[in-house]
């Protein structure tokens, strides 16, 4: 099976399995910032793919002014939906002769500083999912911030996709929606401590027991709503 095929036959798996989006990217100078854990074994899988999955637009709609057990069931079952995308993809590469690293969809490794494996964001924006938004996320044209995100490694070669710039121009809206006030003009002005510490106070409050927001995704124009 030629290049190209491999790369159309892992595209249509992941979309047969529940995938929203899929692209793939060369990791490059990424890798220096992937946890130690993985790091050197990371170095000889330079192919990444990253595979999204749009969280349900109806799901979000039921946030108010904090998260709620409905988006806590509706994030931890897409998560695990992208984490078996993973692993079936891995599988596939293993049965074309090569390597392939699944990375769990969403993982904390260490807390101080707060760091996963890869920072599975960047590599979707390598990959051409998306760009690098206000809020910290990823801003996917067709799903806006709704998109929950994991990462293959591998060492199959594959033509990467072409990399999307794109910005979220004047667009305040997930700006008002913030509960934290972490939101700035850019992507570089994101205060990632008013958002952790949010976060952190929903997840203890009434035992919640996840940290998660979600309040500024619903938000999110580039779905088709208008920019506030």
Avoid at 9 to 14: T, Y
Avoid at 216 to 222: E, G
Wanted: proline share 4%; glycine share 8%; charged share 25%.
């Amino acid at each position: 099976m030629e290049q190209r095929d491999r790369k159309q036959d892992l595209k249509e798996l992941a979309y047969s399995l529940g995938a929203s989006a899929i692209g793939i990217c060369e990791v490059g100078k990424l890798v220096e910032k992937f946890h130690p854990e993985i790091r050197e074994k990371a170095r000889q899988l330079p192919f990444a793919l990253s595979i999204g999955i749009a969280l349900q637009k109806a799901v979000m709609d039921t946030l108010s002014e904090r998260p709620n057990d409905m988006y806590k069931s509706h994030y931890r079952a897409t998560n695990s939906q992208l984490d078996t995308i993973s692993y079936k993809l891995s599988r596939r590469i293993s049965d074309f002769g090569f390597q392939a690293m699944p990375i769990p969809a969403s993982m904390i490794v260490t807390r101080y500083p707060l760091l996963a494996h890869v920072n599975h964001r960047e590599i979707a924006h390598k990959a051409g999912i998306g760009w690098w938004g206000k809020n910290n996320l990823l801003i996917s044209p067709e799903f806006g911030g709704r998109i929950r995100l994991t990462t293959v490694l591998t060492d199959l070669e594959l033509v990467p996709d072409e990399i999307l710039f794109q910005d979220c121009g004047k667009c305040k809206a997930c700006d008002k929606a913030c509960p934290a006030g972490a939101i700035g003009g850019t992507a570089e002005e994101f205060d990632l401590e008013k958002c952790q510490a949010k976060v952190t106070e929903f997840c203890k409050t009434n035992n919640f027991g996840q940290l998660i927001c979600g309040l500024c995704l619903n938000r999110c124009p580039h779905d088709g709503g208008a920019c506030g």
